[in-house]
C-alpha cells in the first residue's frame, strides 16, 4: 500500500538496473524521485541476466509486469565436466520453493521494462546529466550543463566506477581487477535447434555450467528461447593488460580457446559472431556507505560490484532497494529519523552483500581448477549431494533459502547471518587456498592497473571539485 510515509524527495543519481529498482521501490511507496544519468540516452549493454526469486519476488510486488518482457524460467543448473560433458551436480532451482520465479531475460529487455514503468509512474528519468559537483550535506547537486538538482536524499546509484563513492566515504578506493574476464555471447536459438546435440539447450532451459582449467562457460536462453546467452568466464592475467574495460573478442581466438573442451562447447563457439570482452573488477569492503548528515546514500555496483558468479549483482541491488525502502518507512512509522533510517540500510545490507561477493570469489578458484588431485576432491565433494561441504554455493539446500529466501524488505530475513560455514571456510576455503598455492598466488586479491586507474578517477574527481573538467561515465562494468 503506497504512503505510510512522509513523502520525500529523492534524487536518485544512475539510471542502471539499481537506480531504477530504487526508483520503483520508492516511487511506488509515495515518493517523489527524480533520476538523473550522465549517459546521453538509456540502454544496457551486455546480454542475458538471471533474475533470482530474491529480486523477482520485489521487482513482482513493485508492480513490475514481467509477462511484458520476453523471458525464461530456469528451472535446473547443471554443472559439467570441462572435457567430456559429464555432470558434476545439478541442483534444482525450482522458483516454487522460494515463492517467486527464476527468470533468465535480456539485460536491455529488462531495462527498458523498469524504465517504461517508473517514467508510468511520473518519475523523471534525465539522460545528459554529467554530475560536477555533489554537496551532500546541503543535498544539491550540480550537473555539467549547469543545471542543479536538490532533494531530501540523495541516492548515489552511480556504479563500479562510482564518482560519489570516494567523496562520501571521504577515502581513495581502488576497484580491484579480479584477474577475470567475461566474454558475453548471443546466438540466435534457431541454430541450436537445427543441431540435436544442442537443441537441449533450448527445449528444457536451465542453467549449464561447463567447469574447466582457468575458465567456466554459463549458458542460458533467453526471450523464450529466441537467444542462447553464453558468459565465458576466463582467469588470464595477460587478457586485458590495458586500461580497457571493455575490448573486442575474435571467434578465431574463441574456437582455439576452446578447442579441446566438451564438442558442445565447440559447436556453440563456431556458432558465436563478435563479442564483447568485460574487465571484471570488484570492490573490498567499504566503511560506510551513508555520510555523517544522513543525507546521501551509496546503492548497488556503486559500493558493493561483484563478480557475476553467483548472477547477484542486480539482485543485490534490487535487495539494497527494498531494504531502504522498509528502513524509511520507519520514518512516520516508528518515529526514526532519516539519518537513523541510512545507518540501518547501511547495518543490514554491508555484511550480508558482503558474504555474498565472497562468495563469488571462492567460485572464481572452485569453478577454474585445472585437473588434478584437488580437481578431483572438488568433484567428489560436488556428487556428494546437497550437504554444507559442497564448494558450489548452491550445493547446499539451507544456503540457497538464504539467498532465494530471503525478502530483503523483511528486516530480519536480511539480518539473517549465513547459515553453516562462511565463505573461505571448509572444503571451498581449502581449495581457494590450494589453488592460489598452485597458482604461486599471494592468498590475496590481484591488484593491478586497475589500481592506478582508481587513482586517475581519484584525481578526475577533484578536477570536478575544482570544477575544470568532468569525468566521462563509460557504462556498466562490473556486469553480474
Ligand atoms: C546547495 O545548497 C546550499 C545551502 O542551501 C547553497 O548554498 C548552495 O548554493 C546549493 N548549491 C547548489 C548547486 O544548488
Ligand atoms: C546552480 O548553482 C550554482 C552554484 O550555486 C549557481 O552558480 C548556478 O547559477 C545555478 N544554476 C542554475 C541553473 O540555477
Ligand atoms: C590469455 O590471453 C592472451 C592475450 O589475449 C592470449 O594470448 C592467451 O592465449 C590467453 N591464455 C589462455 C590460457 O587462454
Ligand atoms: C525463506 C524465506 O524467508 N522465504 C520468504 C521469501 O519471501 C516471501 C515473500 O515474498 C515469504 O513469504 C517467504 O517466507
Same mark, same amino acid.
Given at each position: 500500500?503506497?504512503?505510510?510515509?512522509?513523502?520525500?524527495?529523492?534524487?536518485?543519481?544512475?539510471?542502471?538496473?539499481?537506480?531504477?529498482?530504487?526508483?520503483?521501490?520508492?516511487? %511506488?511507496?509515495?515518493?517523489?524521485?527524480?533520476?538523473?544519468?550522465?549517459?546521453?540516452?538509456?540502454?544496457?549493454? @551486455?546480454?542475458?541476466?538471471?533474475?533470482?526469486?530474491? %529480486?523477482?519476488? &520485489? /521487482?513482482?510486488?513493485?508492480?513490475?509486469?514481467?509477462?511484458?518482457?520476453?523471458?525464461?524460467?530456469?528451472?535446473?543448473?547443471?554443472?559439467?565436466?570441462?572435457?567430456?560433458?559429464n555432470?558434476?551436480?545439478?541442483?534444482?532451482?525450482?522458483g516454487?520453493?522460494?515463492?517467486?520465479?527464476?527468470?533468465?531475460?535480456?539485460?536491455?529487455?529488462?531495462?527498458?521494462?523498469?524504465?517504461?514503468?517508473?517514467? %508510468?509512474?511520473?518519475?523523471?528519468?534525465?539522460?545528459?546529466?554529467?554530475? $560536477?559537483?555533489?554537496?551532500?550535506?546541503?543535498?544539491?547537486?550540480?550537473?555539467?550543463?549547469?543545471?542543479?538538482?536538490?532533494?531530501? /536524499?540523495?541516492?548515489?546509484a552511480?556504479?563500479?566506477?562510482s564518482?560519489?563513492?570516494?567523496?562520501?566515504?571521504?577515502?581513495?578506493?581502488?576497484?580491484?581487477?579480479?584477474?577475470?574476464?567475461?566474454?558475453?555471447?548471443?546466438?540466435?536459438?534457431?541454430?541450436?535447434?537445427?543441431?540435436?546435440?544442442?537443441?537441449e539447450l533450448?527445449?528444457?532451459?536451465?542453467?549449464?555450467s561447463?567447469?574447466?582449467?582457468?575458465?567456466?562457460?554459463?549458458?542460458?536462453?533467453?526471450?523464450? =528461447?529466441? !537467444?542462447?546467452?553464453?558468459?565465458?568466464?576466463?582467469?588470464?592475467?595477460?587478457?586485458?593488460p590495458?586500461?580497457?574495460?571493455? $575490448?573486442k @573478442?575474435?571467434?578465431?581466438?574463441?574456437?582455439?580457446?576452446?578447442?579441446?573442451?566438451?564438442?558442445?562447447?565447440?559447436? &556453440?563457439c563456431?556458432?558465436?559472431?563478435?563479442? !564483447?570482452?568485460?574487465?571484471?573488477?570488484?570492490l573490498?569492503? /567499504?566503511?560506510?556507505? %551513508?555520510?555523517?548528515? @544522513?543525507?546521501?546514500?551509496?546503492?548497488?555496483?556503486?559500493?558493493?560490484?561483484? !563478480?557475476?558468479?553467483?548472477?547477484?549483482?542486480?539482485?543485490?541491488?534490487?535487495?539494497?532497494?527494498?531494504?531502504?525502502?522498509?528502513?524509511?518507512?520507519?520514518?512516520?512509522?516508528?518515529?526514526?529519523?532519516?539519518?537513523?533510517?541510512? &545507518?540501518?540500510?547501511?547495518?543490514?545490507?554491508?555484511?550480508? *552483500? +558482503? +558474504?555474498?561477493?565472497?562468495f563469488?570469489?571462492?567460485?572464481?578458484?572452485?569453478?577454474?581448477?585445472?585437473?588434478?588431485?584437488?580437481?578431483?576432491?572438488?568433484?567428489?565433494?560436488?556428487?556428494?549431494?546437497?550437504?554444507e561441504?559442497?564448494p558450489?554455493?548452491?550445493?547446499?539446500?539451507?544456503?540457497?533459502?538464504?539467498?532465494?529466501?530471503?525478502?530483503?524488505?523483511?528486516?530480519?530475513?536480511?539480518?539473517?547471518?549465513?547459515?553453516?560455514?562462511?565463505? =573461505?571456510?571448509?572444503?571451498?576455503?581449502? *581449495?581457494?587456498?590450494?589453488?592460489?598455492?598452485?597458482?604461486?598466488?599471494?592468498g590475496?586479491?590481484? *591488484?593491478?592497473?586497475?589500481?592506478?586507474?582508481?587513482?586517475?578517477?581519484?584525481?578526475?574527481?577533484?578536477?570536478?571539485?575544482?570544477?575544470?573538467?568532468?569525468?566521462?561515465?563509460?557504462?556498466?562494468?562490473?556486469?553480474?
Amino acid at each position: 500500500m503506497p504512503s505510510t510515509t512522509t513523502p520525500l524527495n529523492i534524487l536518485i543519481i544512475g539510471a542502471g538496473l539499481g537506480g531504477l529498482s530504487t526508483a520503483l521501490a520508492l516511487g %511506488s511507496d509515495g515518493h517523489k524521485c527524480t533520476i538523473i544519468d550522465a549517459a546521453p540516452s538509456f540502454g544496457e549493454a @551486455g546480454a542475458g541476466i538471471r533474475i533470482p526469486p530474491n %529480486s523477482s519476488r &520485489l /521487482l513482482m510486488r513493485w508492480g513490475l509486469d514481467f509477462e511484458k518482457i520476453k523471458k525464461s524460467k530456469s528451472e535446473r543448473y547443471h554443472f559439467l565436466r570441462w572435457d567430456d560433458g559429464n555432470t558434476l551436480l545439478e541442483i534444482p532451482f525450482v522458483g516454487k520453493d522460494y515463492d517467486a520465479p527464476y527468470y533468465l531475460v535480456h539485460r536491455a529487455d529488462l531495462h527498458s521494462a523498469l524504465l517504461e514503468k517508473v517514467e %508510468s509512474m511520473g518519475v523523471p528519468v534525465l539522460p545528459r546529466k554529467k554530475v $560536477v559537483e555533489y554537496d551532500f550535506d546541503n543535498k544539491n547537486v550540480t550537473c555539467e550543463d549547469g543545471t542543479n538538482y536538490s532533494a531530501d /536524499l540523495l541516492i548515489c546509484a552511480d556504479g563500479i566506477k562510482s564518482i560519489a563513492r570516494p567523496l562520501l566515504t571521504g577515502k581513495e578506493d581502488n576497484p580491484r581487477d579480479t584477474g577475470d574476464v567475461a566474454y558475453r555471447i548471443l546466438i540466435p536459438g534457431e541454430k541450436l535447434l537445427a543441431d540435436p546435440e544442442l537443441s537441449e539447450l533450448i527445449t528444457k532451459p536451465c542453467t549449464t555450467s561447463w567447469c574447466g582449467p582457468d575458465a567456466h562457460l554459463v549458458g542460458y536462453p533467453i526471450r523464450d =528461447g529466441e !537467444l542462447y546467452n553464453i558468459v565465458v568466464c576466463a582467469t588470464n592475467l595477460s587478457e586485458l593488460p590495458g586500461e580497457e574495460w571493455i $575490448v573486442k @573478442g575474435s571467434n578465431e581466438e574463441l574456437c582455439a580457446r576452446f578447442a579441446s573442451w566438451d564438442t558442445k562447447v565447440q559447436k &556453440l563457439c563456431k556458432l558465436s559472431e563478435g563479442f !564483447l570482452k568485460w574487465r571484471l573488477g570488484d570492490l573490498q569492503e /567499504l566503511t560506510r556507505w %551513508s555520510n555523517d548528515a @544522513g543525507t546521501a546514500v551509496l546503492l548497488g555496483d556503486s559500493c558493493h560490484p561483484m !563478480l557475476p558468479y553467483l548472477a547477484q549483482g542486480a539482485a543485490q541491488a534490487a535487495e539494497d532497494a527494498a531494504t531502504l525502502r522498509a528502513c524509511i518507512r520507519k520514518i512516520s512509522g516508528q518515529g526514526v529519523t532519516l539519518k537513523e533510517a541510512l &545507518l540501518e540500510y547501511e547495518r543490514l545490507r554491508k555484511p550480508r *552483500v +558482503t +558474504t555474498v561477493t565472497k562468495f563469488t570469489r571462492t567460485h572464481q578458484h572452485i569453478l577454474h581448477i585445472p585437473d588434478s588431485s584437488l580437481q578431483r576432491r572438488r568433484d567428489a565433494a560436488m556428487a556428494g549431494g546437497d550437504h554444507e561441504d559442497s564448494p558450489v554455493f548452491w550445493g547446499w539446500r539451507e544456503r540457497r533459502l538464504w539467498l532465494f529466501g530471503c525478502d530483503a524488505e523483511n528486516l530480519e530475513s536480511v539480518a539473517k547471518p549465513l547459515p553453516g560455514k562462511g565463505p =573461505g571456510e571448509g572444503l571451498a576455503g581449502e *581449495v581457494v587456498e590450494e589453488a592460489e598455492a598452485e597458482k604461486g598466488g599471494d592468498g590475496g586479491w590481484v *591488484v593491478r592497473n586497475v589500481q592506478e586507474k582508481a587513482g586517475e578517477v581519484v584525481q578526475g574527481v577533484k578536477e570536478v571539485l575544482g570544477l575544470n573538467g568532468g569525468m566521462e561515465k563509460e557504462g556498466p562494468y562490473s556486469a553480474a
